[in-house]
């Protein structure tokens, strides 16, 4: 390039055109701040011809649509760290191809990003503008803007054979549950590809250059757009693991394995929920049988609450209710090696608790959960019954911060109401639908659902008929 050439200027958007790839038009975000450029790449799979290293990957030219796809092949040039400006790094394939714009064509180098969080398809980086351009970034598409009806002529035909539907997995162990079922239901009715994996049937290959989730049935599941973990506690090692192998294909997951794990384990929860000065009951933890004493004491003596860390749905909850009982049941669960909290009782909630349904860090259903008769676990498992409620303000505050903290996109916040305010109990990462859904009448699944399209950048009305009455059409 001679310094003599004119630069032209482009704004902070302009329409491109990458023509080895076969992309006619794409839109770019000119981000001068980045050196290298950009794609949001998906289905990337390393390969060799003719002894060199090359990429199959596809591509979703349209902005906020899942419609049309280009299939897209390049030599490999390089496999580079790079620096997103979520300040997040990864090791990327890096391709050299030709970008059009302003009628100029020239070579550039071009990362496949698998993480659709760019919110464009391509970033335009400093290196690719090479001295031809200036970037007036208070302005967007000064080179000329593109009509729909031109994109529809250009991509229409590929967009038209496909629903806008995502293809999503529903990690989980029976499914015949009914939360299991219910997202499924939601799912398909949203016209979603969906589709239930068993944990136990999922297997992972380790690899830095293409990292696989395989299935039981020869399967390879890395096509999957999202998928909604609904990892049973007894799964909880092995389900977090074939999670955490989904994030590094680049798989939409609700709610990431490390925040499930963080969720899983009563103790660890609890302390990072009181480190951030949310309210709890107040609880004790040791190892030792010989501190069992200053333990009751610490938590204002009998009666009190005995929790198994491993403990769900209200199954190793105990009340002691003497500091005598108390003594031998923690003794008696040391004996067994087993880990336990020892925590006030609050007495004053009569049985009751309140369950926060959670969703992208807003309550999507609440409800008051009653213990049955004698019984002091208000657990719907336990034989309690739940109805509608009205929380307050302040419990709802208490149920965000709780999710903000564990960050947990979906989840089930439990409040116990004390004289000296609502209390955190405890957060669950794949809280059940059947009872909130009863008691409130509201469609969570289907909430659930429309949270993963909003990440995923799926708009309602571009998501036809599901694809199994799509193919019945067709028939
Ligand atoms: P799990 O994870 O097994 O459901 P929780 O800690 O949520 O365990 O306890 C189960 C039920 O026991 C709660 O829903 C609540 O009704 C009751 N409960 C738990 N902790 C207390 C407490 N400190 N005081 C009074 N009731 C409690």
Redesign the pocket.
């Known amino acids: 390039m001679s310094d003599q050439t004119e630069k032209f200027i482009v704004g902070a958007q302009e329409w491109c055109a990458l023509p080895q790839l076969d992309v006619p038009v794409l839109k770019a975000r000119v981000d001068s701040g980045a050196r290298t450029s950009a794609i949001h790449a998906f289905n990337i799979h390393p390969f060799t011809r003719n002894s060199t290293l090359w990429v199959r990957f596809d591509i979703h030219p349209l902005q906020k649509s899942r419609r049309a796809i280009v299939r897209c092949e390049a030599p490999v040039t390089d496999r580079r760290i790079i620096k997103s400006s979520n300040g997040s790094s990864e090791k990327r394939f890096v391709i050299t191809t030709a970008l059009t714009l302003n009628g100029q064509t020239w070579d550039i180098e071009l990362s496949l990003a698998n993480r659709d969080t760019m919110g464009f398809r391509m970033l335009l980086g400093r290196e690719a503008m090479s001295g031809r351009m200036l970037v007036d970034s208070a302005d967007n598409f000064t080179l000329g803007c593109i009509t729909d009806e031109e994109i529809e002529l250009l991509y229409g035909n590929i967009a038209n054979n496909r629903s806008d539907g995502l293809k999503i997995g529903i990690l989980a162990s029976d499914p015949k549950l009914y939360s299991n079922r219910r997202l499924m239901e939601a799912g398909e009715k949203r016209g979603h590809d969906m589709q239930f994996f068993n944990i136990r049937h999922c297997y992972m290959k380790l690899d830095a250059d293409c990292p696989e989730v395989h299935y039981r049935d020869g399967r390879i599941l890395n096509d999957l757009d999202a998928i909604i973990p609904r990892i049973r506690p007894s799964m909880t090692f092995y389900g977090c693991a074939i999670t955490r192998h989904f994030e590094s294909l680049g798989t939409f997951t609700c709610n990431s394995a490390d925040a499930i794990t963080r969720s899983r384990d ?1 103790l660890y929860s609890l302390q990072l929920l009181q480190k951030r000065g949310l309210d709890i ?1 107040i609880t004790g933890y040791a190892n030792s049988p010989s501190d069992t004493e200053n333990l009751i004491d610490m938590v204002g003596g009998a009666p009190l ?1 005995v ?1 198994l860390l491993e ?7 105990v ?1 002691a209710e003497t500091t005598k009982a108390a003594e031998s049941v923690i003794n008696a669960m040391k004996s067994l090696h087993a880990n336990l909290l020892v ?5 004053e ?1 009569e ?3 309140l369950r926060c349904f959670m969703i992208d860090g807003k309550v999507a259903a609440a409800i008051q ?1 009653h ?1 049955a008769d004698g019984e ?4 719907l498992h ?1 034989g ?1 019954r739940a109805e509608l409620t009205k929380i307050t303000q302040e419990e709802k505050q208490l149920a965000i911060k709780a999710v903000r903290t564990l960050d947990l996109n979906v989840a089930g916040v ?1 409040i ?1 109401r004390s004289e000296r305010g609502p209390l955190l ?2 957060v ?1 990462s794949s809280p059940g639908l059947e009872g909130i859904e009863a008691a409130t009448g509201k469609d969570v699944a289907s909430l659930m659902i429309e949270s993963i399209e909003r990440k995923m950048g799926v708009c309602r009305n571009q998501i036809a008929a599901s694809p199994r009455q799509a193919t019945a059409a067709a028939g």
């Open positions: 009563k009951p609450i929790k403990g769900t749905q209200g199954r190793g909850v009340l925590q006030e009782y609050i007495k909630a049985g009751k608790d959960r213990a002091f676990r208000a657990n336990q309690g439990d116990i109990l405890e669950n």
